[in-house]
């Protein structure tokens, strides 16, 4: 008996968002950004995100005896990432405050990172899987081989970047701050990375029911990957650089690896009667190849795109001031800004048109990947036990563990910065390392994608379910999450990942923090009920804590690492007393420890050097409410229900401007949790630090944040269903 079914599949979303908050090239970026209480941005800088979905698929299922059966699966999918703006090609500039206090000010243009940014995937799926009964053993062997390419493009600063210090400046013509512009060779206007790599994976499975009450299922799988260096060129400039003994070659991709992993699961009907179930396993599970920043080592490599960053220490690498930018923006010969306008007055400055690999050419900064680099891979382990509550209608109650193990992560590393080990540093509790000045003058930036064995979380669970008559259903459920990493690869830019990441002795010496991306604490509950005359009504709650989570940093760069991204050290009563940890004056210090004392977090935590995202906003809890109604009718043996419905997001916030809604960081501390300032070091080589005017004793953390996105809302809406 044979079943071959095909499907296809299309979707198209398009999200908005405003222009990026604050990222840029060349500078320091503003602690506030582009669109909040100190700057606004135009309409025209905002972008969208366009997902587009093309899928196909051919699925063979046959059974050749009761014993033997096959399933043959082919799919091609087809992912765009496409960003999508209403701008003409229009430079982006950010007009500054004039305060130099990097705050900005007013923001326009086409956004710098959306002209030619795209990902594109090319995705195909082979996958055989052979099933044999063998008495109590259900046995599968299978074969997959999946071949993917992925096409990047991207471009930041690719219709040109201005950054001016004032109104004034921009109004008067001064010459701005910096001006980026990146540009393909030889005039190719949408130049792109490509990646190309299939991987082929055999496993073995054994689904044993060793007898009525107890399931063992073990199996093992073994996977390569094998790229492409087709797409690829040397960059010799590049290859000669000298990283500590290390060279990075742009024209080669990681060779191939061949992972082993092996899994065991079980399922253990204790009592026999399906009433207390305790199920578990423990394996080896494959990460996905995180593509993006793969693909940054063809664009930054220097062979595809050049990135021009232009500032004054820049320019006068090149000989020349940023006075040749004075006058307004560069113009044609029609008075309008141009892409060509600005590329075609960077070749007159000297910059490339042109590249060879045999001669290459350095770029501002270099991506790339290790050459020993490997999949990422961890080892997952499960427990859980799910207990039917002997009551007189459906009754269970679920408790699960998660525990997660980094065997090979992902993470960045920046091979042009040394060793901190030979550094001096600072005397007292907080003697963290000091990066001499002048570090990574004349140096290359290298972006290294790198594996990491450090990374680990947790999570428990516990959730119940009942239907205490046939027309109510109810479910409650609570997880609490921990996850310890050193970078979620936050971006898409090679350097984005470690460079805003919060470090006490550099990029490259990231501790294990929590994740910015997970909230600790979640429970949800729902009540639901019917009647006979096709009515839904429901209840929702949703609870959670970690909306937005923080660090508390310096104001400043104190280890002169060139990122002021400085976490803070939390000083004890004691430590204080006894000098070991320096004010500038004693009002400072009073006020900080204040602060301190009625500070949760920075309470029990004094003595150590704070987490990274590890300052969570409090609860939120939210209640939603739906309501749907079935008209059903049949037309001979066809049977059709219309259902409408009416639902109201956070229908508590409909009674209360203040219910429903989520705490963010105070205005008056600022958009980052910035709570000290280092004033230099002092005659005994102790920090000296002063405490910013906003903070005090009654200073508040939180306060509501009475965004559109946290007002309650109305939907209705209509569906049509027939079989």
């Not at 095909?6 to 500078?27: C, E, I, L």
């Not at 400039?237 to 080669?252: E, M, P, Q, V």
């Not at 999570?459 to 259903?473: E, F, H, Q, R, V």
Request: proline share 4%; aromatic share 14%.
């Amino acid at each position: 008996m044979h079943h071959l079914s095909f499907r296809y599949n299309y979707t198209k979303n398009r999200n908005w968002n405003p222009t990026n908050a604050s990222s840029m090239d060349g500078g320091t970026r503003s602690a506030y950004g582009r669109f909040s209480q100190m700057s606004m941005s135009y309409a025209n800088s905002m972008y969208a995100l366009d997902n587009l979905v093309h899928s196909f698929s051919l699925d063979l299922n046959s059974r050749f005896t009761e014993n033997l059966s096959n399933q043959f699966l082919v799919t091609y999918s087809k992912l765009d990432d496409v960003r999508f703006t209403n701008s003409a090609d229009f430079p982006f500039i950010d007009i500054m405050d004039g305060t130099g206090t990097n705050t900005a000010y007013i923001s326009l243009g086409k956004e710098l990172f959306t002209h030619n940014n795209a990902v594109r995937n090319n995705i195909w799926n082979i996958k055989d899987d052979v099933t044999y009964y063998a008495g109590n053993h259900k046995i599968m062997l299978g074969a997959k081989f999946e071949h993917q390419m992925a096409l990047n493009s991207y471009m930041r600063n690719g219709t040109g970047y201005y950054r001016y210090y004032s109104l004034d400046d921009f109004l008067n013509g001064a010459a701005p701050e910096i001006v980026n512009l990146t540009y393909g060779y030889d005039g190719k206007s949408d130049p792109a990375a490509k990646v190309s790599f299939n991987t082929l994976g055999i496993y073995l499975q054994d689904e044993w029911s060793i007898n009525p009450r107890f399931k063992l299922t073990y199996g093992l799988r073994f996977d390569d990957m094998f790229f492409s260096n087709a797409d690829l060129m040397t960059n010799k400039a590049i290859y000669d650089l000298d990283y500590d003994g290390r060279h990075i070659d742009t024209g080669k991709w990681p060779s191939s690896n061949l992972t082993v992993a092996p899994r065991v699961g079980f399922v253990w009907d204790i009592l026999g009667d399906k009433t207390l179930k305790l199920r578990g396993g423990s394996g080896i599970f494959q990460g996905r190849l995180p593509l993006v920043f793969f693909t940054n080592m063809p664009t930054n490599s220097g062979m595809v795109q050049y990135q021009a960053i232009i500032n004054a220490a820049n320019a006068a690498k090149k000989g020349f001031t940023m006075e040749e930018f004075a006058g307004g923006l560069v113009t044609n010969e029609n008075g309008y800004p141009t892409i060509d306008a600005l590329q075609n007055k960077l070749f007159e400055l000297g910059y490339p048109k042109t590249i060879r690999p045999e001669d290459g050419t350095l770029p501002s900064q270099i991506s790339a990947v290790d050459p020993d680099f490997k999949m990422p891979e961890v080892w997952k382990t499960s427990l859980a036990i799910d207990y039917v509550v002997p009551v007189g209608f459906p009754m269970t109650i679920t408790a699960e563990g998660i525990f997660n193990k980094t065997i090979y992560g992902v993470t960045m590393q920046d091979w042009s910065i040394p060793d901190v080990g030979g550094f001096a540093r600072f005397n007292g509790v907080d003697n963290r390392p000091i990066f001499p000045t002048g570090y990574n003058k004349d140096v290359v930036p290298a972006y290294v994608l790198s594996n990491t064995h450090k990374g680990y979380g947790w999570s428990a669970s516990l959730s119940a379910y009942a239907s205490p008559t046939k027309n109510i259903d109810i479910m409650a459920a609570y997880t609490h999450t921990c996850s310890k990493e050193l970078t979620g690869m936050p971006g898409s830019n090679a350097s984005s990942t470690i460079a805003y990441l919060p470090s006490v002795e550099g990029p490259n010496n990231i501790k294990l923090h929590n994740s910015q991306y997970v909230e600790p604490d979640r429970v949800i509950a729902q009540i639901t009920a019917h009647d006979n005359s096709h009515n839904h009504f429901s209840l929702i709650y949703e609870g959670w804590r970690g909306s937005y989570n923080y660090t508390y940093m310096l104001q400043n760069d104190m280890n002169g690492d060139g990122q002021a991204y400085d976490p803070i050290f939390i000083p004890t009563d004691e430590q204080v007393e006894k000098n070991q940890f320096r004010f500038k004056t004693a009002d400072d210090r009073d006020r900080f420890m204040a602060y301190v004392h009625n500070n949760s977090y920075l309470k029990n935590h004094q003595g150590e050097y704070a987490e990274a995202y590890s300052v969570y906003s409090p609860w939120v809890h939210r209640f939603d409410f739906s309501y749907k109604h079935d008209f059903v009718f049949n037309t001979g043996a066809c049977k059709h229900m219309l259902t409408l419905s009416f639902d109201i997001k956070n229908v508590g916030n409909l009674f209360n401007s203040s219910w429903g809604v989520a705490k963010t960081l105070n205005p008056a501390i600022g958009t980052e949790a910035k709570i000290l300032k280092y004033e230099g070091a002092d005659a005994d080589g102790y920090a000296v630090f002063s405490t910013p005017s906003s903070i005090n004793g009654s200073t508040k953390t939180w306060t509501a944040n009475h965004a559109i996105g946290q007002c309650w809302y109305m939907s209705i809406g209509i569906k049509y269903t027939f079989n």
